[in-house]
């Protein structure tokens, strides 16, 4: 696919075919339900898959990764198609999107992802934890706080895909939590973009130095 090497990623072809079939069944879908705004294949490719591709170098192969309201499966599907042994957990208020992510995914008949038609509010209820959460073009970097922090395990990162003003919202973190701002841009567009890592502060004992490799 064009445009991830500049991530860092470099696709398979049957990656790249899987791709293909979840932009072909959204703008299938799309045309009866609201999935996107953006209908020109072109743009769908490059602002929805290969932005949804840029957090892989920072999520561990075998991590657990729940999706907060992931509406056309973004970025937790096209996460899921390029590293396979991730798990993942894709949750969503909307029944309608909930219903077309579970359709992506027997369709491409994936294994270690489910989709869940539920708020964040209800989920956390399940008392799941993750070791990686995320969202793109969800919401406040505050709320998302709020809403992802009761997810992560001991060692986990929230990760936010936003667009270039991404420090003036860091700055309303709530006390307890770090954050790191990876700024870059975007493959093709040129946009500036960034991904917002956020962790909990930790006080480390001796013997935890080697627990969290983030920290």
């Known amino acids: 696919m064009e445009g991830t090497n500049e991530l860092g990623i470099e696709p398979t072809s049957d990656q790249i075919a899987g791709f293909a079939v979840h932009a072909r069944e959204l703008m299938k879908w799309n045309k009866r339900i609201n999935l996107t705004a953006i209908s020109d294949p072109f743009d769908i490719a490059v602002n929805h898959f290969i932005d949804s591709l840029a957090p892989i170098p920072y999520i561990s192969d075998f991590a657990n990764l729940l999706d907060i309201g992931s509406g056309g499966g973004f970025p937790g599907i096209p996460i899921k198609i390029a590293t396979p042994s991730l798990e993942v957990t894709l949750i969503d208020g909307s029944r309608k999107k909930t219903s077309f992510q579970r359709h992506v995914i027997r369709t491409l008949n994936l294994t270690g992802i489910e989709a869940h038609h539920i708020r964040a509010e209800q989920f956390v209820q399940e008392r799941r934890k993750f070791d990686v959460v995320v969202c793109r073009a969800l919401t406040s970097l505050e709320r ?72």
């Open 144 to 215: 998302f706080v709020q809403w992802g922090a009761p997810f992560l395990s001991d060692c986990g990162i929230l990760l936010a895909l936003k667009g270039r003003n991404a420090e003036s919202e860091a700055e309303s973190l709530p006390d307890g939590f770090k954050h790191k701002i990876i700024h870059y841009r975007a493959p093709i567009t040129k946009s500036r973009r960034s991904i917002v890592m956020i962790s909990r502060r930790r006080e480390k004992k001796p013997d935890e130095s080697q627990i969290c490799k983030r920290e």
